[in-house]
């Protein structure tokens, strides 16, 4: 006989939907690959009166908590989101011997060690791959087939919406404001996107992770971050023009064993050769470096209904599966200054007036000799733009380039390089201007 499965499902949104017509609509192949039939019992929602297209889900509809503990479920599914009420309800769950999934980044990078250590205290298991990447499966990777490695770092593309703007911006010279409107528009942006475009969403997956590769907890208050609201279409064009791509990266490095973690989110510049460097639009990646397995890149849908209620379900029909689960994790880590390991640096300039290239040049030898690696500049009819790739600079070098001209706006970005890049090449002057 099949063995029944009785699973509760917390929250009924986008996530939630998804996860309730997928188990619907795949009974019959998950049956059949996993011997067991899996049945939602019961489906906390807010409000019961809302009109929903989901068959048969109005039989199982509370809004009551304690009902949902009172069908005994097998397996709690939380999709609802924030710290609050879910923790105490993950929590009572625990207690009376319920498995967990959940796709909660936010928990489980504020409160995820916390819930590690019940889970191994109730003898439950927590799953929460849907948390990272949406149907990217990074987490079961690096939990699972990834223990023999060390890991040294990862980085990757951690959020959709700030990668469509980006793509948006850098191929259709199109504004930030603008581009964030047209997302919104199509559902790939919040109303209230500060979240995504200021960079924290990524920076509660990036603790995950963290936490995952390197066994170490860092706050995520602890975590640099800058977000891309104040990133121009002329920025985002001489970046190209020097060979790389803008892209909101989430970055973390262990160097050595249980030794110090450098980690950030921050717009900087990846070579254009560099896998990362072509993944558009709403869709996230991530590369990870072991000792081992060298490196590995996974590419997919990191948000939406299907890829994440994927995630979820594929979760689902683990729980009960015995993996050997690593629970320890160091506190209270040696964390570097985010942008410490980043030596070469793109300087990006909109000065006022005109810029002639005899001009730039000399100005340019003066400052930073060998340090410079690239230059381009762009000139129009107000100002002119000027980006530079610069390796080895201090900080009274920038101030010193910086007083030379009449400065309008200026940035200064992190850039991506490893040992196939620009630190084993040459110094290369690269003078181009706008035709």
């Known amino acids: 006989m099949m063995e029944k499965v009785k699973v509760a499902l917390l929250g009924l949104g986008t996530v939630g939907s998804g996860v309730w017509k997928m188990i619907s609509e795949n009974r019959d192949v998950i049956a059949r690959?996993?011997?067991?039939?899996?049945?939602?019992?019961?489906?906390?929602?807010?409000?019961?009166?809302?009109?929903?297209?989901?068959?048969?889900?109005?039989?199982?509809?509370?809004?009551?908590?304690?009902?949902?503990?009172?069908?005994?479920?097998?397996?709690?599914?939380?999709?609802?989101?924030?710290?609050?009420?879910?923790?105490?309800?993950?929590?009572?769950?625990?207690?009376?011997?319920?498995?967990?999934?959940?796709?909660?980044?936010?928990?489980?990078?504020?409160?995820?060690?916390?819930?590690?250590?019940?889970?191994?205290?109730?003898?439950?298991?927590?799953?929460?791959?849907?948390?990272?990447?949406?149907?990217?499966?990074v987490i079961s990777t690096i939990r699972h087939f990834l223990k023999a490695n060390r890991i040294y770092r990862f980085y990757g593309i951690l959020n959709g919406t700030t990668n469509y703007i980006l793509t948006r911006m850098s191929e259709e010279a199109c504004s930030f404001a603008d581009v964030l409107k047209d997302a919104q528009e199509k559902g790939y942006a919040e109303a209230d996107p500060s979240s995504d475009v200021e960079g924290l969403d990524a920076v509660y997956k990036?603790?995950?992770?963290?936490?995952?590769?390197?066994?170490?907890?860092?706050?995520?208050?602890?975590?640099?971050?800058?977000?891309?609201?104040?990133?121009?279409?002329?920025?985002?064009?001489?970046?190209?023009?020097?060979?790389?791509?803008?892209?909101?990266?989430?970055?973390?490095?262990?160097?050595?064993?249980?030794?110090?973690?450098?980690?950030?989110?921050?717009?900087?510049?990846?070579?254009?050769?560099?896998?990362?460097?072509?993944?558009?639009?709403?869709?996230?990646?991530?590369?990870?470096?072991?000792?081992?397995?060298q490196d590995l890149t996974f590419?997919?849908?990191?948000?939406?209904?299907?890829?994440?209620?994927?995630?979820?379900?594929?979760?689902?029909?683990?729980?009960?599966?015995?993996?050997?689960?690593?629970?320890?994790?160091?506190?209270?880590?040696?964390?570097?200054a985010g942008e410490d390991v980043f030596l070469t640096r793109f300087m990006w300039l909109k000065v006022r007036g005109q810029v002639t290239k005899p001009a730039l040049e000399a100005q340019l030898k003066e400052v930073f000799a060998s340090k410079l690696l690239r230059w381009a500049m762009l000139p129009e009819q107000a100002h002119t733009s000027i980006g530079l790739i610069v390796q080895g600079c201090n900080e009274q070098e920038r101030k010193d380039w910086l007083s030379r001209w009449d400065v309008e706006q200026s940035q200064n970005r992190p850039v991506l390089v490893g040992k196939t890049l620009l630190d084993r090449c040459p110094p290369l002057f690269l003078a181009k201007t706008k035709a």
């Open 33 to 137: 690959k996993t011997g067991k039939w899996y049945q939602i019992s019961s489906v906390l929602v807010k409000n019961p009166e809302k009109k929903r297209n989901l068959d048969g889900v109005e039989e199982v509809l509370t809004t009551d908590f304690s009902q949902v503990l009172a069908r005994d479920p097998d397996v709690l599914i939380e999709v609802i989101g924030g710290v609050e009420p879910a923790f105490s309800y993950i929590k009572k769950a625990m207690a009376k011997g319920c498995h967990i999934v959940t796709a909660n980044k936010e928990l489980m990078a504020k409160r995820g060690q916390e819930l590690e250590e019940l889970s191994g205290q109730y003898g439950v298991q927590l799953r929460y791959e849907a948390s990272v990447g949406g149907g990217i499966p």
């Open 206 to 293: 990036l603790s995950i992770l963290m936490r995952l590769a390197f066994q170490v907890h860092v706050p995520v208050s602890q975590i640099p971050c800058q977000g891309i609201t104040d990133l121009s279409p002329q920025e985002l064009q001489l970046a190209e023009m020097l060979g790389y791509s803008v892209k909101l990266l989430a970055r973390a490095e262990q160097f050595g064993e249980n030794g110090p973690v450098s980690c950030s989110v921050l717009p900087t510049l990846v070579p254009l050769h560099y896998s990362l460097a072509s993944v558009r639009d709403v869709y996230n990646a991530v590369t990870i470096e072991g000792d081992y397995v």
């Open 299 to 336: 590419v997919g849908q990191g948000a939406g209904q299907k890829p994440t209620a994927s995630a979820v379900v594929e979760d689902l029909l683990n729980t009960g599966i015995s993996f050997e689960e690593e629970t320890g994790c160091q506190t209270n880590p040696w964390v570097l």
